[in-house]
């Protein structure tokens, strides 16, 4: 580490300020980041960085039967760019839906039809006719000419008044109407796309495959309702007094200072009719500062279970953990008390992290998928649910408290929530349920690509590999390598350098690199920037002509780094068990000796962990004839 920063001290030319990870190919177009100043080679952000801003302010109404969402909203976005900004680009991610759109998979053909319409559009006071605004894909640009450009540093209100209406097939993803009248709602708002340093306006359409990509905002939405729903949203409920009869307003006050599930309501009740006062509006109003996209969900009919955890011991601060669930669905009574103790395991262990929000809602829809404060979970039946709630739970650090673009790099959103579910999931459960062998099945064939492709480029099996399995097996070799104190210092200080920004993936190894004093570039490269796998095996166990002890050789037969774990028995029955970290690598080796205790012999080798992948473990284990 030090060379490398001593180096850049004395560069000058700007194409050079990416010193730290010289031996890392950087693409020429993220090179422009570092050299315009808005990252930095030491991993940090920039002392030009910059990103956008927007806040929303939404009026949305539900109309069940019809399956209708209307809503109208003032934005106000704020243009830190050093650009002026002739276009403004919206997502309309529900118009994967529309007619012409591409999709990455088959939606049912009766769900195809006009996508998100626009009743009105106003851009500083004036309407925006349909001729200025060019919809592609899941994108809305609207098109301000030169004369109206959004200069640098200047703000702009823009109003839109828009309805869809939500896809009528059950399988539908991320959003669902999982009832008839139950619905998640995602996906449903002209949102501004991101205008970044190192792309420009993010330009990758959804069309059903990858996720989040941000800006971070305000959000005020008042959700009206038809009597009797409920509604449950990213951020902070700001208007429980005016809805709730007092015994469900005190349950509701209770579960927020309390470590006990506490049951705000129950499917009988909420039926019964008594829950809700009777107001002339049955609206909710819900808040959420600095986050990237905002949800909600509602039901006439479900359970809530409610309690909360605290996540700072330093501030004594807490999180509001609630389930939503149909009574009908058997894991979920579990849920809220898993989510609260992943939350807290989040906070104190792994990633170790005060988890960064007010609340956290898991709602039994129909997914496995996650937004800010809010999860949409399938119910998983008899089966535990503990690794998907911590799953999805754990999202909340990426993509969401780190801005991750998902869009191009899955692997730093998906590979770490992998990561913490195996991990958590195992604490919580005393099974080991996680692990990484599975990706020791896909590992070296030929949809097993380098993580540093985009993740746009890739579909199905591609795309999994490398945005679940592969980084899930990077992070757990990572973690073996550096140990858990000087990980945890690694990722203490990439969240507080990126919390609220937009890392990208040199932000990531250069922070790395820097906090831990280690040059880390051998581990990066094999495992995020080549094709390879894994795989050791145990070559011989002999002992040298005159020596006093058994020596095993150890092979690396596959290109990628990973630790070598050894369970050795010896004649008199004694065992030990010798660990090396993937390091032993380091310089190139493909082959690490390994002597064993004095004057002891060998009985039987066997190599492996359930956390280190190997795609041939034939070649694991060895035997005294
Ligand atoms: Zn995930």
Aim: glycine content about 8%; some cysteine.
């Amino acid at each position: 580490m030090f060379r490398l920063l001593t180096t850049l001290l004395f560069l000058g030319a700007a194409q050079f300020l990416i010193a730290q990870s010289a031996d890392l190919f950087v693409p020429r177009n993220i090179e422009r980041a570092y050299v315009k100043g808005t990252r930095s080679a030491d991993g940090k952000p920039g002392p030009n960085y910059w990103q956008n801003r927007a806040s929303y302010d939404i009026q949305v109404s539900l109309e069940p039967k019809k399956r209708l969402v209307s809503g109208q909203a003032t934005i106000t976005y704020t243009n830190n760019s050093p650009d002026s900004l002739p276009v403004i680009r919206f997502k309309m991610q529900h118009d994967a839906y529309r007619k012409g759109s591409m999709r990455d998979g088959d939606v049912d053909p009766a769900d195809i039809g006009e996508g998100t319409v626009i009743q009105r559009l106003t851009y500083n006071g004036r309407t925006i006719g349909k001729d200025k605004q060019r919809r592609r894909n899941t994108f809305l640009d609207l098109q301000l000419g030169k004369g109206e450009a959004l200069a640098s540093g200047a703000s702009a209100t823009i109003t839109v008044q828009w309805s869809y209406t939500m896809p009528s097939d059950k399988n539908a993803t991320r959003e669902c109407v999982c009832d008839p009248t139950t619905f998640f709602i995602a996906y449903w708002y002209p949102q501004i796309a991101v205008y970044d340093d190192y792309n420009g306006w993010a330009s990758t359409p959804y069309s059903g495959t990858v996720e989040f990509y941000h800006d971070f905002s305000d959000y005020d939405v008042t959700i009206s309702l038809p009597k009797g729903y409920m509604a449950w949203a990213t951020g902070e409920w700001q208007n429980p007094g005016d809805l709730l009869e007092k015994t469900y307003l005190d349950r509701f006050n209770q579960a927020h200072t309390s470590n006990e599930v506490v049951k705000v309501f129950t499917e009988a009740e909420l039926k019964a009719g008594g829950v809700f006062k009777k107001a002339k509006q049955h609206r909710f109003h819900y808040k959420a500062t600095d986050v990237p996209d905002f949800t909600f969900a509602v039901s006439d009919h479900y359970n809530w279970d409610a309690t909360s955890v605290e996540v700072d011991a330093a501030t004594g601060r807490r999180t509001f953990v609630s389930a939503a669930y149909d009574t009908k669905s058997p894991d979920y009574p579990k849920v809220a008390r898993i989510a609260a103790d992943g939350i807290h395991l989040m906070s104190t262990w792994l990633p170790g992290y005060p988890f960064p929000y007010p609340c956290m809602t898991v709602f039994n829809g129909n997914d496995g998928m996650e937004y800010p404060m809010m999860v949409n979970d399938a119910s998983v039946g008899d089966r535990d649910p503990t690794s998907l709630t911590v799953h999805e739970v754990a999202h909340t650090y990426f993509p969401f408290m780190m801005g991750i673009n998902e869009q191009e790099y899955a692997w730093m959103d998906e590979g770490w929530a992998s990561f913490f579910d195996g991990l958590l999931a195992d604490s919580l459960t005393g099974r080991q349920t996680g692990g990484g062998r599975g990706y020791s099945f896909a590992a070296g064939t030929d949809t097993d690509v380098p993580l540093m492709v985009r993740s746009s480029l890739l579909r199905g099996r591609a795309y999994g590999i490398a945005s679940y399995s592969r980084p899930q097996n990077a992070y757990l070799t990572l973690l073996d390598q550096l140990g858990y104190e000087t990980f945890h210092r690694c990722m203490v200080a990439y969240m507080d350098r990126w919390k609220g920004k937009h890392p990208i993936p040199y932000d990531f190894f250069n922070t790395w690199n820097e906090v831990s004093g280690q040059d880390l570039n051998w581990f990066w490269k094999p495992w995020f920037f080549e094709w390879g796998h894994p795989d050791l095996g145990v070559q011989s166990v002999a002992r040298p002509e005159g020596g006093d002890r058994d020596v095993i050789v150890i092979e690396k037969i596959g290109d990628m780094p990973v630790p070598i774990h050894l369970e050795v028995t010896y004649d008199d029955g004694s065992s030990e068990t010798i660990h090396f970290k993937a390091s032993v690598w380091q310089s190139g080796e493909t082959m690490s000796t390994i002597e064993c205790q004095k004057g002891k012999t060998v009985k039987s080798v066997n190599m492996g962990d359930r956390n280190i992948p190997d795609t041939d473990r034939r070649n694991n284990t060895w035997s005294k004839a």
